[in-house]
């Protein structure tokens, strides 16, 4: 009876060890899977960094080569040159975490390309312009630029909603909250955000 008792308790006992074990690999996989949706979206944030920083690289060429055809338009260049300012105040790596720094990055960003849609209207009244190769040549490096902002936001959006439906669904919310992931704020729609600023003549 002595046996039989010590076999069942060691029957339990196993069948609770692997229960623990069964547990314990299905958070593990649950963690994995945040992890690796978590570093999807930081990769996604990188690509929509570098055709920014792409953008804002190409803006003083821009503005000088336009600057020096339209030399009157003086309230059109101080306001590319503010907004371009500001966008260069914003550390893009410090603002996938933070909700408010999001914004104001976002919002930095929407004053750029308002201020280079301003630029281009500007420049119709310049048909010279439209004969310098070197301003074509930045021109069709802006468009490019500007499409490839549109597909990587298209992408951010896509990867951060994934990832925010992930961390909230159960039960891995419950993993998600004792290992620390938080939701990530994502682009909002602003009027004209769906299009790049006009850049073709």
């Excluded at 547990?23 to 994995?32: A, D, E, P, T």
């Excluded at 300012?85 to 990055?105: M, R, T, W, Y």
């Amino acid at each position: 009876m002595k046996n039989k008792g010590l076999l069942i308790g060691c029957g339990v006992g196993a069948v609770l060890v692997v229960i623990i074990i069964g547990i314990v690999m299905w958070g593990v996989g649950i963690y994995n899977d945040l992890v690796r949706i978590d570093e999807s979206v930081t990769q996604s944030w990188s690509q929509v960094e570098n055709q920014y920083q792409r953008r804002f690289d190409l803006i003083p060429n821009l503005v000088n080569t336009v600057k020096g055809v339209a030399e009157f338009e003086k309230e059109t260049f101080t306001a590319v040159t503010e907004a371009r300012s500001k966008v260069g105040q914003i550390n893009a790596g410090e603002v996938l975490n933070d909700p408010a720094k999001f914004e104001q990055f976002q919002a930095a960003q929407g004053e750029l390309s308002s201020a280079l849609s301003r630029l281009m209207v500007v420049v119709e009244n310049y048909p010279q312009l439209k004969a310098n190769e070197n301003f074509l040549q930045l021109q069709a490096q802006l468009e490019g630029t500007e499409n490839r902002i549109s597909v990587e936001r298209m992408k951010f959006t896509q990867r951060v909603q994934e990832y925010n439906t992930r961390i909230r669904q159960f039960p891995a919310n419950i993993i998600a909250g004792v290992a620390g992931f938080t939701v990530k704020p994502n682009f909002s729609a602003q009027p004209g955000a769906d299009q790049a600023p006009k850049v073709e003549f």
